[in-house]
Antibody
Framework: EVQLVESGGGLVQPGGSLRLSCAAS????????MSWVRQAPGKGLEWVAS????????YYVDSVKGRFTISRANAKNSLFLQMNSLRAEDTAVYYC??????????????WGRGTLVTVSS | SYELTQPPSVSVSPGQTARITCSGD??????AYWYQQRSGQAPVVVIY???KRPSGIPERFSGSSSGTMATLTISGAQVEDEADYYC???????????FGGGTKLTVL
């Protein structure tokens, strides 16, 4: 079955760190760009970061640049998001998503169920 | 930063046509995509590249784009179409994704 399964969410204090993981199965993970998308409680969707097939290209939304790092381990079919210096406004459900399309017009055709990150003291 | 603008809510009766708009300055040069998100679930793409419908999406869903506005049309909306709908595109650099604020569709 083609699927993405996120893990690693939880409660963390402001200023703390958390590492999210996404396990991919049912498709050739190493052939795809991958992304993280988040959704704050009761709010809309926000693209967070993308990484290319071999990890040499990474892009971030301005609000997380310098604090979050996207990475991948193709041998383990896994995507990661290292989140440092967390703020209350980072509280959200974080979705792992497969990116398809061209290099400058792309979208997400496969999503995980998401993992909740809560930043609170 | 680039923005996509949607109306917060649209309401129709069952069987009527629902239209949800999305405006953005880069849309003349960028495809629009549409996601449906039912309560508590992950988003699902219902329209890609302005007007293409993925397999498994009902024919009542269609998309169009003209100038700076893209439109999702649901012809003969059903109660099960009640959900949040998000338009999506990429910015002028092609390196960042952007979602609209979302439109809550009520069918009752």
């Amino acid at each position: 079955e083609v699927q993405l399964v996120e893990s690693g969410g939880g409660l963390v204090q402001p200023g703390g760190s958390l590492r999210l993981s996404c396990a991919a199965s049912g498709f050739t993970f190493s052939s795809y760009w991958m992304s993280w998308v988040r959704q704050a409680p009761g709010k809309g969707l926000e693209w967070v970061a993308s990484i290319n097939q071999d990890g040499s290209e990474k892009y971030y939304v301005d609000s997380v640049k310098g604090r979050f790092t996207i990475s991948r381990a193709n041998a383990k079919n896994s995507l990661f998001l290292q989140m440092n210096s967390l703020r209350a406004e980072d509280t959200a459900v974080y979705y792992c998503a497969r990116r398809v399309g061209s290099s400058w017009q792309w979208y997400f055709d496969l999503w995980g169920r998401g993992t909740l990150v809560t930043v609170s003291s | 930063s680039y923005e996509l603008t949607q109306p917060p809510s649209v309401s129709v009766s069952p069987g009527q046509t629902a239209r949800i708009t999305c405006s953005g300055d880069a849309l003349p040069k960028r495809y629009a995509y549409w996601y449906q998100q039912r309560s508590g679930q992950a988003p699902v793409v219902v329209i890609y590249e302005d007007s293409k419908r993925p397999s498994g999406i009902p024919e009542r869903f269609s998309g169009s784009s003209s100038g700076t506005m893209a439109t999702l049309t649901i012809s003969g909306a059903q109660v099960e179409d009640e959900a949040d709908y998000y338009c999506y595109s990429t910015d002028s650099s092609g390196n960042h994704g952007v979602f609209g604020g979302g439109t809550k569709l009520t069918v009752l």
